[in-house]
C-alpha cells in the first residue's frame, strides 16, 4: 500500500492518493469515509485509488498503520 500527494491535472491543489489497498469495494468505500472523515476533508473513491483533497499523508499513513497495514509512503 503506498500513499503519495498529487496534483497532476488539479489546478495545482494537492490531493493524498492512496494505492494498493488489499480490501473489496466495499470494505474500501468504508476505509476511504474514515479517512476522509479522520482528515476533515473531502475525497472519492475512484478505481480501487482513494482520494483525499489536500496534504494529509502523515495523517493517513498513521491512521492506516494503526489498522495492521503495512504502508509506504511514495513520492516527496
Known amino acids: 500500500m ?25 470494505e474500501l468505500s468504508e476505509l476511504a469515509k474514515q479517512l476522509k472523515a479522520k482528515c476533515g476533508a473531502g475525497g472519492t473513491l475512484k478505481q480501487e485509488v482513494i482520494e483525499i483533497q489536500g496534504d494529509h499523508r502523515d495523517t493517513v499513513v498513521r491512521l492506516l498503520e494503526e489498522k495492521g497495514f503495512s504502508v509506504k509512503r511514495a513520492g516527496g
Do not use: Q
Open 2 to 26: 503506498r500513499v503519495s500527494r498529487e496534483t497532476k491535472g488539479r489546478k495545482g491543489k494537492g490531493v493524498t492518493i492512496v494505492t494498493g489497498v488489499p480490501l473489496p469495494t466495499d
